[in-house]
């Protein structure tokens, strides 16, 4: 076989190298979100060969109900080959189920363990829960379930407490102009990590850089894939 042939029987229909074949993703939104939010990453990956799956959950249930979706798709795969990418809530959901599987990779995108006004808005959620007839509350102009926010507040309090060692590796992300998550989050959730393959880097403008060639970039060489 010529070195020609060779080359052309060592790439995938997309153009990759075969070896990205073998780079799988599994991307988790945040709060509110859907897998919309991820269309740049994706295609970016899609276009190295790379195998993509996107979870969607419902942001107006609890944390039980988040992690019992996330965990029935991830349960699907053999987990040390996945790398898992979390937007927001979804990197610090992705960072829970660490503690229970060993993923090849971790990343977190402005993902929270405090959030802007943190304290504010859990106190009133805890002094609007005592009104029974309240169902919903609105945070940033959009309305969510109480339960679901009780639910988020009572999880993020919960993160300072976890221990992760048996990740492969990590790459926590915070950028900078993030309105929703205070970023001292990412450095809470580097240090609960305690594996040597790790990174905190700071990219991106605002909460949801997904689309900005820079954070791309970035995530694209921690897969190795550039």
Known sequence: MSQENEKVNARTKSGAPERTRSV?????????????????????LEELGAI???????????????IKMIDSKI???????????GHSLGGSLALYLS???????LVTINSPVYLRKHILIKVLTKIIRRFKKVKKVAVRDVKYSLDSVVSLFDF??????MK????????????????????KSARIIYERINISQKQLINVG???????QQPVINTILGFLGLV
Do not use: C, M
Request: aromatic share 10%; charged share 25%.
């Open 52 to 66: 993509v799956e996107t979870i969607r959950y419902d942001s107006n249930k609890t944390f039980s109900s988040w």
């Open 99 to 105: 503690q229970k599987y060993k993923f090849k990779g």
């Open 205 to 211: 403008q605002g909460h949801s850089p997904l689309d």
């Open 164 to 183: 992760v060692d048996s990740l492969q590796s990590a790459l926590i992300i915070q950028s900078k102009k993030d309105g929703i998550v205070n970023p």
């Open 156 to 161: 993020l309090n919960s993160i300072g407490k």
């Open 24 to 44: 799988r993703v599994v991307l988790i939104h945040g709060f509110n979100g859907n897998p919309r939010v991820f269309k740049d990453i994706k295609k970016n």
């Open 75 to 85: 349960s699907k795969h053999n987990p040390e080959e996945l790398y898992i990418i």
